[in-house]
């Protein structure tokens, strides 16, 4: 089960820094100087916080206030701008080809996988990270939830795979439209 509370309440007993996922980290040399970029489901920001750090115009959607919340108060200690909103993403996805960089981490709907690709504008990047099934760390279980081996990939048919890989219980994907 999930729902907002349940993720107001996690996001309320974090006390680490949100980071960017190792994703975004590692192959930021695809990366484009400018553009609108969203970070989906992007709990307390960690992505969203980095990319407006690098300059790119950065949209932050989740449906967990506390999580927005926390977002827009580091955002305005370090004087960065974000358009962070609480919203369901399932009920209000994004449109179509309205974003140069979609950024998920750690977040799976599948149903949602046809609209997240066509939100990414043609030449635009999706960076993707989240839990295979099997994975032993901590993280959910069900697997409704969780990747399949080579089902990332899988959904970016004639997209170019910029770096895809399986390991340590994650899937990670760079793909350009
Ligand atoms: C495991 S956290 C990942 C947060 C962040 N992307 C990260 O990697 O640290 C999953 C996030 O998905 C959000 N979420 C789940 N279902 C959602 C939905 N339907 N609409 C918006 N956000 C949702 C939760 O509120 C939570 O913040």
Known sequence: MSSPELWDTRHREVLNKPQACAVLRQHSDHLPQRGQALDLACGRGGNALWLARRGLTVHAWDYSETGIQYLCAEAEKHHLTIQAEVRDVVLEPPEAEQFDLLVVS????????????????????????????????????????????????????????????????????????
């Open 106 to 177: 750690h977040f799976l709907d599948r149903s949602l996988m046809p609209v997240l690709l066509a939100a990414v504008r043609p030449g635009g990047l999706l960076y993707y990270q989240t839990f295979l099934v099997g994975h032993s760390g901590p993280g959910p279980r069900n697997p409704d939830f969780l990747l399949r081996p080579g089902e990332l990939s899988g959904y970016c048919v004639n997209w170019e795979i910029l770096h895809s890989l399986e390991q340590d219980g994650q899937a990670q994907l760079v793909a350009r439209r």
